[in-house]
């Protein structure tokens, strides 16, 4: 292979180097073929959009009877992260080649996870904060975090990549929604019977998720893949 030269002041301070290809890149290492297809992929962002728009809507609600301030501000900007999340699920339902039914209209997973949701919403008193928050950031919100980061892993690099962008941001803002959430349910929980408010809460949630799949109606499942 012949050598060029680049320039320089003198003889002496000019290198040479190697003519290289427009072609001789780094190769992309990510693979084809990820664990869902077209069609599951749809099915997993359409049951993901449910939970964002569903949590939106309950964490609004929330902050008209929720007493403490600092916690009605700090909902304020988790309920318009959940919202834009919600709305980039749906946008990138058309690509995914669904109908226009599903576009238009989310889907829970089956009845389970949607009673999940209820029973999630189901705290209405203003002495009930501890209950409200410990659903949402105790128990779903470290669940959709789980399977969201399982997704990405799992599904196709090169051909969902537009998935992956999303899960990414939605990756990001979900870890920092809980530590916001799980911050305030420890400074709310500061005595022996407010903390075990706090657990049963979780323990009975958690018993519900288990019970219908998660998200997807596929927990069990997908568990059993990683071990």
């Known amino acids: 292979m012949s050598e ?7 003889q002496e301070e000019k ?3 190697a003519p290289y290809s427009a072609f001789d890149i780094p190769a992309d290492l990510r693979e084809l073929h990820g664990r869902y297809d077209v069609e599951a992929t749809a099915r997993r962002v359409r049951n993901f959009r449910y ?5 939106m809507m309950l964490m609004g609600g929330w902050v008209a009877t929720i007493p403490e301030l600092p916690v009605k501000t700090g909902l304020g900007k988790i309920i318009w992260e959940s919202a834009k999340t919600a709305d980039e699920f749906g946008k ?12 238009e209209a989310s889907e829970p997973a089956n009845d389970g996870f949607a009673g999940f949701i ?6 209405e008193r203003p002495d009930l904060s501890i209950e409200k928050l410990a659903g949402a950031f105790d128990v779903l919100k470290p669940h959709l975090l ?27 803002k979900t870890r920092s929604h809980i530590r916001w959430g799980q911050e305030v349910l420890e400074r709310l929980c500061d005595t022996d019977a407010l903390r075990e408010r706090r657990r049963l809460r979780v323990a009975e949630l958690n018993a519900l998720l288990e019970e219908c799949g998660g998200v997807t109606g596929t927990l069990a499942q997908d568990r059993a893949t990683m071990n």
Do not use: H, N
């Not at 939970?51 to 949590?55: G, I, K, N, T, V």
């Not at 980061?149 to 899960?167: F, V, Y």
């Open 4 to 10: 060029r030269m680049y320039p320089g002041m003198s």
């Open 15 to 17: 290198t040479t180097f």
């Open 51 to 55: 939970a964002e728009e569903w949590l």
């Open 92 to 103: 990138r339902l058309p690509e995914l080649r669904c109908g226009r039914k599903a576009v």
């Open 118 to 123: 209820k029973a999630i919403s189901e705290p």
């Open 146 to 172: 789980e399977v969201y980061e399982r997704t990405m892993r799992e599904t196709d690099q090169i051909c969902d990549a537009p998935t992956i962008d999303i899960l990414e941001d939605a990756i990001r």
